[in-house]
């Protein structure tokens, strides 16, 4: 797993949908895990490789509207001895 959150401020009013986009779709629910708490939305990416490193955008989504932001993932192999 390739692990990393982000903390969301201020009041919400209504439930929060966040997605991890590559190239502008939307990572599969197979590639990738959401979970959202209180001020933190964690992504786990499943089974990360280098080749996935790169560009990536991040959109949240509630009643109130939306907001997205673009993130730079250097995703490392690991190696389990």
């Not at 080749?51 to 955008?57: E, L, M, N, R």
């Amino acid at each position: 797993w390739f692990t990393f959150d982000i903390t969301v401020s201020g009041t919400r009013q209504s439930p929060v949908e966040a997605k991890l986009l590559k190239d502008g779709k939307p990572l599969p629910i197979k590639e990738v895990e959401v979970v959202i708490e209180q001020e933190k939305i964690i992504f786990k990416i499943k089974k990360p490789s280098r080749d996935q490193s790169g560009k990536y955008q991040i959109k949240l989504s509630n009643g109130q509207g939306e907001d997205a932001k673009d993130v730079k993932l250097n995703m490392q192999s690991m190696l389990n001895i």
